[in-house]
């Protein structure tokens, strides 16, 4: 079923901000300390912050892929359920203005998902491409100059950053980082299995590595990976069993990009893609939690 159909409900929207409001409300006295001081001469912003991250969320949910669509979309059937919209500017400059909120929410939301694993979880850990340009406009490409570089893999070259997701055995995030395209990703299992005493981690052939597997099994975590094809392994009933979850990793990316249009060329301030990236998992984690 699609995610439109799903959430087609009247209380839909009203669930979703009753449910970002209280955690917000929770978040508020350890986000006091992080907040920018304000300039007296400003005005006070209209739109709380409860209500941007419900609008980034339900535009994600509706397929809005921009802020031009999503703004015209609330004006047209939500003006109701927010009257204090604005003009379009000022919506736009509301939906940068709450990255320390939309960073604390989806942590939260992570939080909770690690603590539901049990004393020995097992999660799945993977990489995918974020591309900036296509890679033959690299040169010519500016906003992320300094920190965009060129890879490959399976799929051929790309010009940009790398995401890399760890997840549950249901899909849920547990763990997530942004590096750029040369960063080799066994480099990223020590720090995203930081919250793990014990446990699995699952992998495909690009974690394979003896060090990081004994780096990880002195505190108890197990590293299972695809082994290549010049190496005999005879793997038990368990593990193989482990090794097909590896397919949830890649729904998420399927889903991120797809559902949520993760992946997009149009970002002209360095600061927009890693909103962006923020609001895409928020709104696939309150999916998961919520609808699914």
Known sequence: ????????????????????????????????????????????????AAEVLTIFVWGAWRG??????????????????????????????????????????????????????????????????IAVCHVAR????RT?????????????????????????????????????????????????TRWMTEGIVVGDGGYLSQAKAKELGARGVYLLTATRKNMRHVASQFQLACLQLRHRVEEIFAFLKNAFDAVRTTHRASYALPIHLLGCLLAYSLYKSLIV
């Open 1 to 48: 079923m699609l995610i439109q159909e799903k959430i087609s409900g009247a209380e839909t929207l009203l669930k979703l901000y009753v449910a970002i409001d209280a955690d917000l409300k929770a978040l508020r006295p350890h986000l006091q300390a992080r907040y920018l001081p304000r300039d007296p001469r400003g005005g006070t912003p209209v739109l709380s």
């Open 144 to 192: 992320f100059r300094e920190w965009a570089r060129k890879s490959k893999n399976g799929m051929g070259w790309w010009y940009g950053f790398k995401l890399q997701v760890q997840c549950e055995e249901a899909g849920r995030l547990c763990g997530f980082d942004l590096t750029t395209a040369t960063v080799d990703d066994r480099k990223l299992l020590a720090p995203l």
């Open 64 to 129: 809005l892929k921009d802020k031009a669509k999503l703004y015209f979309h609330l004006q047209t059937y939500h003006r109701p359920e927010f009257p204090t919209l604005g003009a379009y500017r000022k919506f736009v400059e509301a939906t940068n203005r709450y990255s320390v909120e939309l960073r604390a929410l989806l942590a939260l939301i992570l939080h909770r998902n690690r603590h539901a694993q049990g004393q020995y979880p097992i999660v799945l850990q993977d990489s995918t491409a």
């Open 138 to 141: 690299a040169r010519q490409h």
